[in-house]
């Protein structure tokens, strides 16, 4: 299959740096809730349409964001995606395909209920948090259509 480079939205990492502050004990905490994934270029992570609230941290490597076949936004590792789906519970806008030797970190729903239960004030911090990465990007898209 040939993936067609178009216009990317360009991303700048210390916008959109998950939990920037977060400690290493913090950390720990969320990660004891994921479950780590290895990829290899080209492997599909997510397509378009899917329906589930996974959220991914991207350890290493990148991700190709897809509107299609077309590559619309290359996401360089430390990253999180997902978190429109994870926040709302609605189907994936687009499909995230490894664009290198990857390793990523699924947390699902079921792994924030936990951290929930655990760690309130890092939950709360969390879903904040998540809420911002997913507002700068949707005010990037905007500004990128304008």
């Known amino acids: 299959m040939t993936r067609r480079f178009v216009v990317p939205l360009e991303e700048h990492p210390d916008e959109v740096l998950f939990l920037p502050e977060a400690s290493a004990g913090d950390w720990a905490r969320i990660l004891a809730h994921a479950t780590l ?3 290899q270029p080209g492997d599909v992570l997510v397509e378009a349409g899917d329906a589930d609230r996974t959220l991914w941290f991207l350890a290493e490597g990148s991700l190709h964001v897809l509107d299609g076949e077309d590559v619309v936004r290359t996401v ?7 978190e429109i789906a ?3 519970g609605g189907p ?9 030797e990857t390793e990523v ?8 209920e936990a951290l929930l239960a655990e ?3 890092l939950a709360a911090r969390f879903a904040l948090d998540l809420g911002r990465v997913a507002a700068v990007r949707l005010r990037a898209a905007e500004a990128a259509r304008a």
Do not use: K, T
């Open 105 to 112: 970190a699924r947390f699902g729903e079921e792994a924030f």
């Open 76 to 82: 360089v590792a430390p990253s999180v995606v997902g």
């Open 37 to 39: 994934w290895s990829m």
């Open 92 to 100: 994936r806008s687009r499909g995230l395909v490894a664009a290198e």
């Open 119 to 121: 760690d309130p004030p």
């Open 86 to 88: 994870f926040l709302d």
